[in-house]
C-alpha cells in the first residue's frame, strides 16, 4: 500500500508536468519560437508522460522505488538523458560570448557521458537487467554524478546569462532564467542528495513533476516578453486572458474536487451531503466569479502588465473601437461612452457635447445619473480641455489643483474619475466624463494617449451624425416651403371662392336658398382655412422689436382660451414688465404653448399662466396636470423640428418657440412628470431703458 500511494503522487505530479510542457511546445512549435526551447519542452514533456505511465503500469506490490519505473522505459531513458542537455542548449544560445566556448566543451562531455543510456535503450536490454545495472550497489554515485554536474553547469550559464544581459534586457529574460534555473536547482537538490544518501529519495522525486510544472508559466511569460526568445511570435491579449481564465478555473475546480473528497472521506454518514453541498458551492462560486466585472477587469490588468510590455493591443483596441461606433444598433452616443469607458475598465460615463450657442451640455448618459449643469465655451474647464488636450484626472485634481492653475474642480464632478476631450479639428467638440474604474488603473502617458485617439474618433462619428441630421432637418425644410406652395394654392381657391359668392350676393341676396348656400360656404371656408393655419403659423414679414409689456399680453392671450376647457388661469405675481419682441410672434409663442397644454390636459384638469420678475428677467410659468413628457423625450424629440405627436401635428411649433426665444436673449425649460404634468418656463430680458425709468420713477 506504501508504494501504491507514492505512485499515485508521483504519477499526478508528472502528469501536471506533461501537461503544462506539452502547451508550452505546442505554443512554441505553432507561433515559430525558438526550436531549441520547443525541442526541450518536448523532451520535457516525453520525460513526465513516461514517469507518469510508469506510476501506473507499476504493481504495488512490486519491490524497488518507484522511479524504478520510469528508468527501466526505453522512451523514458531517452527522454531523461536528452532532457537536461536541451535546456542546456538553450541556457548556452543566449549565454554570454566568453562562456559559450567551454560550456559548449562541457556540454558535449555530459553529452558522451550519458550515452550510455541512450545505448542501453537502443539494444533494448532486458528489463531486469538494465535495472539492475541502474540501481546496483555500485551505481549510485555513477548514476548521481552526470545529472549533478549537468545541474551545475545549468545554474551557472542561468546566473551568468542574466548577469552578463544589458539592463534593458534584463526584463525580457529574467522570467526564462527563474524558469530554467528553477529546473537545475531542483535537479541539483535530488542527485546531491541521492549521491549523500546512496538512493534517490521518494518523496522528493514525486514533486519533481510539479516543481518542473510551475517553471511553464515563467517560460510562457519569458515568450511573450523577450523579442530574444520569440523571434516573430505573437500572443493575442484574448487568448492569454481566456486561457489565464480556464487554467484558473481548472484548478480551483480540482482543489474543490479535492476538497469534496476529503469531506466524503472523513465525513461519515453525511459525507455525500457535504460532498455534494461542496461541489454545488463551488460551482455556484465560481459562476458569480466568471461573470464579475472587476475580476475580468484586475485579471486583464494582470496579463497586461505582466506579460506585456505596452497595456494595449493596439490593432485590436482600434478594430474594437471602430465597430463600435460605426454600429448602427443603438444610439452612437452612448456607444460613444462605452466605447472610451472600456479601455479604462470604467463601469459608466457621460456625455458632454457643444450646441450652437457655444454652451456645453450634457447629451446622454450611461449607468450615471445626468447633471443639470452646463459649461460655456468659455469657462474654465472648456478652456482648459481646447487649449491644453488633456485628459483631466480629477482625482489628481482634487489633491493639487496648481496643475490646473489653482481652478476648482466643477460642483458636477466631484465624484467623477476622468473627463476625456473630444476633438475636433483642434476645436472642443465636447468631453465624456467617466466613474471610476472596476479596479485600480494607473493613469500613465500609454493610457492617456488612447483615450485621446478614442476621443477624436467618437468626435469625428459624433459630428458625421450631427451633420447628417442637419442634411435631414434642411431637407425637411425644402419639403415643408414645397408643401407652403399647395397651402398657398388652396387659399387661392378658397379666396376664389368666396370673391364668387360676394359678386353673386348682390343678385340672390333675397333668394332663402342661395343665403343657406353661402353660409354654408363661409362655414366650410373658415373651417378649411383655420385648419390651414393650424399647420401654416408663419410670417414672413420683417420683424419690428418694440417695448411690450406683458401684462396686457398675457391676459390677451388668456382671454382668447376663456372658451376652452378646461380655462387657462392667470397669475400676475409683478405688473409693468416690459420686453423687447415682436408683439405678434411672442403672442404665437406663448399660445402654441398654451395650445399645447390645453391638448394635453383632460377637461376636469388645470393649465395656469404665472408672471414674475427674476432680477434682470420676466418669467412666465406654463403648468399643465396633464399626460407629462419622459427624460428621454425631452431631451431626444422635444425640440426636434418634424417631430410630434399629434396625428394632424407638424412638429415645428415648440422648436420655432425656443428657437425665437434664444433670438431675443431669452430661453425656453422645461420640467415634466409622465402622467402628473409639465411646466414651461420662458425667461425673457427685461427691456432696460423701461426698467431703469421705473427704477427713477420709484426712486423718485
Known amino acids: ?41 518536448l523532451a520535457t514533456a516525453l520525460w513526465a508522460g513516461c514517469a507518469l505511465f510508469a506510476a501506473a503500469v ?64 537502443a539494444m533494448l536490454l532486458p528489463l531486469a537487467t538494465l535495472a539492475a545495472a541502474l540501481h546496483g550497489e555500485a551505481s549510485p554515485l555513477l548514476r548521481a554524478a552526470l545529472p549533478l554536474a549537468s545541474a551545475v553547469l545549468g545554474m551557472l550559464l542561468v546566473e551568468h546569462l542574466y548577469r552578463g544581459a544589458a539592463q534593458n534586457a534584463r526584463w525580457g529574460i529574467k522570467f526564462a532564467c527563474l524558469g530554467i534555473g528553477a529546473l537545475f536547482a531542483y535537479d541539483f537538490y535530488l542527485y546531491s542528495d541521492a549521491m ?86 463551488a460551482g455556484l462560486l465560481l459562476t458569480a466569479v466568471l461573470f464579475s466585472g472587476a475580476m475580468r477587469a484586475r485579471l486583464k490588468l494582470f496579463i497586461s502588465k505582466h506579460f506585456y510590455q505596452g497595456r494595449y493591443d493596439y490593432r485590436e483596441e482600434w478594430q474594437r473601437v471602430t465597430r463600435a461606433l460605426a454600429d448602427d444598433a443603438g444610439g452612437l452616443s452612448e456607444r460613444a461612452i462605452q466605447t472610451v469607458a472600456a479601455l479604462v475598465e470604467s463601469p459608466a460615463g457621460i456625455l458632454w457635447l457643444r450646441s450652437d450657442d457655444d454652451v456645453c451640455r450634457p447629451a446622454t448618459h450611461w449607468n450615471w445619473p445626468l447633471p443639470q449643469a452646463e459649461e460655456g465655451a468659455d469657462s474654465p474647464l472648456c478652456d482648459m480641455l481646447a487649449g491644453r488636450g488633456w485628459v483631466i484626472d480629477l482625482a489628481e485634481w482634487r489633491l493639487d489643483a496648481s496643475r490646473y492653475d489653482d481652478l476648482p474642480v466643477p460642483a458636477w464632478a466631484q465624484e467623477l474619475w476622468l473627463i476625456v476631450p473630444l476633438m475636433l479639428e483642434r476645436r472642443l467638440f465636447g468631453f465624456i466624463c467617466l466613474a471610476p474604474p472596476r479596479t485600480p488603473l494607473q493613469l500613465n502617458w500609454e ?13 469625428s462619428y459624433l459630428a458625421h451624425r450631427a451633420s447628417a441630421d442637419s442634411l ?59 385648419q390651414l393655419l393650424l399647420k401654416l403659423r408663419r410670417n414672413d414679414a420683417p420683424e419690428a422689436l418694440a417695448p411690450l409689456r406683458l401684462d396686457a399680453l398675457l391676459m390677451r392671450i388668456v382671454q382668447n382660451y376663456a372658451a376652452s376647457e378646461p380655462r387657462p388661469s392667470l397669475e ?36 395656469s399662466v404665472r408672471m414674475a420678475a427674476n432680477g434682470d428677467a420676466a418669467i412666465i410659468e406654463l403648468t399643465d396636470t396633464g399626460h407629462g413628457m419622459s427624460e428621454q423625450f425631452i ?36 420640467a415634466s412628470v409622465p402622467s402628473q404634468g409639465s411646466t414651461f418656463r420662458v425667461m425673457l430680458p427685461l427691456h432696460k431703458e423701461v426698467q431703469h425709468g421705473q427704477e427713477q420713477a420709484t426712486g423718485g
Open 1 to 41: 500500500m506504501q508504494w501504491a500511494g507514492a505512485a499515485a503522487v508521483a504519477g499526478f505530479s508528472h502528469g501536471v508536468a506533461a501537461v503544462a510542457f506539452g502547451l508550452l511546445a505546442a505554443m512554441l512549435l505553432r507561433g515559430g519560437g525558438p526550436r531549441a526551447m520547443a525541442a526541450a519542452a
Open 58 to 121: 507499476w504493481p504495488p506490490g512490486a519491490t524497488g522505488p518507484v522511479t524504478e519505473a520510469a528508468l527501466v522505459s526505453e522512451a523514458g531513458v531517452a527522454a531523461e538523458a536528452s532532457r537536461a542537455p536541451l535546456w542546456l542548449a538553450v541556457a548556452l544560445l543566449e549565454a554570454p560570448e566568453a562562456l559559450r566556448t567551454g560550456c559548449w566543451i562541457a556540454l558535449l562531455l555530459l553529452l558522451a557521458g550519458a550515452g550510455w543510456r541512450l545505448v542501453a535503450a
Open 196 to 281: 549523500l544518501l546512496r538512493r534517490v529519495n521518494q518523496e522528493i522525486w514525486a514533486a519533481r513533476g510539479i516543481v518542473n510544472a510551475l517553471s511553464a508559466p515563467l517560460l510562457a511569460i519569458a515568450i511573450a516578453r523577450g523579442p530574444a526568445w520569440t523571434p516573430g511570435l505573437h500572443l493575442s491579449r484574448q487568448i492569454m486572458f481566456h486561457s489565464a481564465a480556464l487554467l484558473g478555473a481548472a484548478m480551483y475546480l480540482m482543489a474543490m474536487a479535492l476538497s469534496a473528497w476529503y469531506l466524503r472521506y472523513v465525513g461519515g454518514a453525511w459525507g455525500a451531503l457535504m460532498q455534494l453541498a461542496c461541489l454545488c458551492g
Open 447 to 459: 493610457v492617456r494617449d488612447v483615450l485621446k485617439i478614442a476621443g477624436s474618433q467618437a468626435a
Open 472 to 530: 435631414a432637418v434642411a431637407r425637411q425644410f425644402e419639403s415643408f416651403n414645397r408643401m407652403s406652395t399647395f397651402i398657398v394654392h388652396d387659399l387661392k381657391n378658397l379666396m376664389s371662392q368666396l370673391s364668387l359668392l360676394l359678386a353673386n350676393a348682390e343678385k340672390h341676396q333675397s333668394n332663402p336658398a342661395f343665403q343657406q348656400d353661402m353660409l354654408d360656404t363661409l362655414s366650410h371656408s373658415l373651417t378649411k382655412m383655420k
Open 572 to 607: 400676475l405675481r409683478a405688473a409693468g414688465l416690459t420686453v423687447l419682441a415682436d408683439g405678434q410672434r411672442l403672442e404665437r409663442v406663448i399660445g402654441h404653448l398654451i395650445q399645447n397644454a390645453l391638448d394635453a390636459t383632460p377637461r376636469a384638469g388645470r393649465v
Open 635 to 670: 431631451r431626444e424629440r422635444l425640440f426636434q423640428p418634424f417631430v410630434s405627436t399629434k396625428a394632424a401635428g407638424m412638429g415645428i411649433g415648440v422648436f420655432e418657440s425656443r428657437e425665437y426665444l434664444r433670438e431675443i436673449g431669452g430661453q425656453l425649460q422645461v
